[in-house]
């Protein structure tokens, strides 16, 4: 099926990569007519982390209502809908299914195309919602399953000049958090208890080669807990408020300081920083001071479109609607799906 | 009534289609390969093929189990969203009573299952009595050791329909002995024609309200429950 060629069109996106039940509506890529989330953080919580297959449960309960609840919200019925976007990957297979599987029933039964979109574009176009692009654009996505530095030369045209070779940032925090006894998610608790303590205590920071743009966290995070555990063993005490400010610190510091390296090489004239650690307090102010000075203006969505959500993942499939891009019946979800 | 009926809750992924002279289309395949990325070009190419429009539709049927856990989520949840956004009534049905109706001239007990791993099995039994399928005892996941104790209690013989028959035909046939009655490879596959049939005795439910039956509690939730009851989990 085809897309029309009206560049105002009314889609409406799915997204289930995770453990975020999600549905908007969003009209020409940067109007968000609903957005509708439905977090299973109260059952995931007990566990201390995502169970897939108990994510996969929710997504499947929840799923057509969570769509109507985004119709309704948008006060649009289906014949008003010109096509159905949906996250393609990466993420929980499981978890993809539910939403991909969603996404083709409702198109093959409301005869309507099926725009299949990468979910690390969608956190990246979350900036769509907010403001124009200005190519060529640097984009820096930490959430707690990536952290990639995406370069933008034109629209839609997505290249990764650095990600994580381990851990990604939202991971690191979450094992940090549960080492210092914070309850899930970490991230937030980590954040908030960073801003109370000193920077301190000696931790490595990860720079790799001169040139390069990748991170690395899993040394970091081991010398939290190796920090933390020398300290049990001696009986001294550790200010937790103290760890958590010097881990931030040295997560911080590698990746504002890579971002703004790799903004001046590349001479970008926008920086978006994106992704659900995009909602850290001291990330942001650490980046805002680093472009403060800069030539290259500083994009950060609000930060319900910075969680996961559909209205980026209806943002992103505009791009791929003005080029005629959409998927067959055959879509799948894919987990290790590559940005395009 | 149209009717369209989805099962992906096994290796066996099938579709059948009704019309108002009965079941006008089925498909087939008992091939484990990606479910998810078949059943939709499998549904659209059967109703291009006998004519009819998703608009057309009076009603969706789904197999919702027990069975493989993301096989069903992904009949499941074609069958909700499609039924919901055509404003059209679904009708869950037990994968393992689909299973049981290739039973159906079967004068005794009819035991449908399927392998639950660790001994266990996903199963019940029916009977089919005047002319209707009947649950005689409710689908649940159980060892089958336990199982076959329960049978033996029962008196005539017993019809063994699923696809890990083989698997278990020494043990079943210890238990049983000469009560035990095998199906035939044809009839050890779900077919989904047989979800049109069984829409007769289910109460049609609004597409929300449909959920996957999976027997069983996820691996996580079973550990955090033994936990919290101080109970330990294997």
Redesign the interface.
Known sequence: MTTNSTESERLLAIETSCDETAAAVVQGGNIVLSNVVASQIDSHK??GGV?P??A??H???T???I??EALKEAGLT?SEIDGIAVTEGPGLV?AL??G???A???A????LPLVPVHHIAGHIQAARLEREWHYPALALVVSGGHTDLVLLRGEGEYEVIGRTRDDAAGEAYDKVARTLGLPYPGGPHVDQLASTGKADIPLPVAWLEEDSFDFSFSGLKSAVLNTVHNAEQRGETLSTADVAASFQASVIEVLVEKTKRAAEEYGVKQVVLAGGVAANQGLRAAMEDAFKESPAELTIPPFRYCTDNAAMIGAAAHIQWKKGITA??????VPGLALY | MKILAIDTSSHVMGTALSSENGILAEYITNFKKNHSLRLMPAIHQMMKEVDVAPEELDAIAAAKGPGSYTGVRIGVTTAKTMAWSLGIPVYGISSLMQLAAGGTYFPGWICPFADARRGRVYTGLYKVRHGILTTELTDQVTSLEDWLEKLKETEGRVLFLSRDAEQHQAAIVDVLGERAVFGTDAANRPRPSELISLTAQVEPQPPHSLVPEYAQMAEAEKKWYAAEEGRTYE
């Open positions: 007990r566990f169970v297959e108990i996969s449960r997504h499947t309960e799923i057509t209502m769509i109507e289906f499981g299914l539910v991909v599987n969603a083709k029933a409702a093959f039964a409301r005869g067959g019946w055959d879509l799948n979800g």
